[in-house]
């Protein structure tokens, strides 16, 4: 029933660059490979059809070397138009043989004709960044053609109603790599709408504290420096969100010289923030005095026209959370007097009327993977890890999960935090009898 597909990306003939790259991200990433190693033995995922909707980097190539080696008939598309590393995908199709519908600067129509090329495969076990895949799966499910991308809607127009069914239907388990994702499949579920069962990746502790604080951390400042070439010291930068990633954000800010502000909604982060030594301020006060402005949110329009009217000459603007949403561009298309495409790469020019120049970097899409290279493989080891294991758990429990989103089981979380502390060569203390009994009994006290 699948079908049979090479991929859509931009040019074969990059990959060799591409190959070099996936083999140097593999030299950082030992757990991931001691799994692929196991995989190739055991073929835990051998028949089943796997479409996975991530970012497509060296890292990501790397899982999709360890699924495939798993026995799974795998397709990789784009969960972003602007993160494809275009050798990588070239390599993953010439090298590797596994079809990849992904090209960097890709428009929405290209981006939703590859979601459907997913949709097509007709898994058996998905994976999604930011539920894309899944979502596109529930709206097909409900009946919801209207509210699907043209480029799925058409596909999905002439399924048989078993088919729309048997689409979300047929899939054993969804794995979820990161937050915007998660919240958006808890919604579905207390709506009653999710059609499968959700591993919540995302969630795993070997996930969100390393990756998403020192991975967006370190490759989101890589992002801006890498696009503007400006020096952090000194400057005022503007962390909007203090979450795992505004943690690492902030941190990694402050660690180049920085004075960081942060801005919060919840005040429990804020307070954290305040006792971590940053400024926390309300954003239409950090507005006038940023330099740089970074938005970790996962919300929507959190920069918008009043602030944008109120910044100085020459800021920076630029978002790491998941979707284009944080910042109300067309607030600042509306208010400026032109727009200069392109005055370098990943930069777009503001000019307002009053002659303030606001710079808008990498379309609003998140920094670290549109102008840098996405987290560091070391990073990305325990975080794809986690994306392997807990497939194989699915397929294992296959049949007994329910439609909800699911916790990666805890031994997952401590056998891949123990393998890559064996790795990094560093050894850890055991508990004794005597501590494991007191740390379980209530008799003993002062
Ligand atoms: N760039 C990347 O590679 C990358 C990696 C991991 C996660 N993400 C994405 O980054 C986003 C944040 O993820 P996280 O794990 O830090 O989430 P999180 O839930 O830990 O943190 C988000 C924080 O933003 C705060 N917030 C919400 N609305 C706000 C507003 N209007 N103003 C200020 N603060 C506000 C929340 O209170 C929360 O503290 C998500 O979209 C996630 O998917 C991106």
């Not at 996936?22 to 995922?45: G, N, Y």
């Not at 784009?78 to 428009?107: C, R």
Request: with cysteine; net charge negative.
């Amino acid at each position: 029933m699948a079908t049979i597909v090479n991929g859509d990306v931009k040019d074969l003939a990059l990959a060799t660059v591409g190959h070099q790259r996936i083999v140097w991200a593999e030299r950082d990433m030992p757990v991931l490979r001691a799994i692929r190693e196991r995989f190739e033995v055991e073929k835990p995922l051998a028949g089943l059809r796997m479409s996975a909707c991530l970012h497509v980097t060296a890292e990501t190539a790397n899982l999709a070397r360890t699924l495939v080696a798993g026995g799974a008939d795998l397709v990789l598309v784009a969960s972003n138009p602007l993160s494809t590393q275009d050798d990588v995908a070239a390599s993953l199709v010439e090298d590797f043989h596994i079809p990849v519908f992904a090209i960097k600067g890709e428009d929405e129509a290209s981006y939703y004709r590859h979601i459907a090329a997913a949709l097509k495969h007709r898994p058996h076990v998905t994976m999604d960044d930011g539920a894309d895949l899944v979502s596109a799966m529930i709206f097909i499910a409900l009946g919801r053609l209207d509210d699907l991308h043209s480029e799925v809607r058409t596909w999905a127009k002439n399924l048989s109603a078993a088919e729309r069914a048997g689409l979300a239907g047929d899939v054993i388990a969804s794995m979820e790599e990161t937050t915007t994702g998660v919240i958006r499949l808890r919604a579905m579920e207390k709506d009653g709408v999710l059609k499968l069962p959700v591993i919540a990746v995302n969630d795993a502790e070997t996930k969100h504290f390393f990756d998403n604080r020192y991975g967006t951390g370190q490759s989101t400042i890589d992002g801006v420096i890498r696009a503007t070439d400006m020096l952090l010291a000194g400057r005022n930068v503007v962390v909007c969100g203090y979450g795992w990633c505004g943690k690492g954000v902030a941190m990694r800010a402050r660690g180049l010289g920085a004075h960081v502000i942060v801005t919060e909604v919840d005040p429990i982060r804020a307070l954290e923030a305040a006792m971590d030594g940053f400024q926390v301020k309300e954003i239409h006060a950090a507005a006038k005095v940023g330099d740089l402005f970074i938005t970790v949110t996962g919300n929507i329009h959190v920069i918008r026209g009043e602030h944008f009217a109120v910044m100085k000459d020459g800021a920076m603007i630029c978002n790491s959370g998941h979707f284009n949403v944080e910042l109300a561009l067309d607030d600042l298309a509306k208010q400026s007097a032109t727009i200069n495409k392109y005055v370098r790469e990943f930069v777009d020019e503001y000019v307002q009327s009053d002659g303030r120049r606001l710079y808008v970097l990498g379309e609003g899409r998140l920094i670290n993977l549109a102008a840098a290279h996405g987290h560091p493989a070391s990073v990305m080891d325990m975080s794809f890890a986690a994306q392997a294991l807990a497939t194989e758990w699915s397929i294992k429990n296959k049949g007994q999960l329910e439609h909800r989103v699911y916790n990666v089981p805890k031994a997952v979380d401590q056998w891949v935090a123990s393998l890559k502390l064996q790795t990094m060569g560093i050894a850890i203390d055991t508990l004794t009898e005597e501590q494991q009994k007191y740390l379980v009994s209530w008799e003993m006290g002062t």
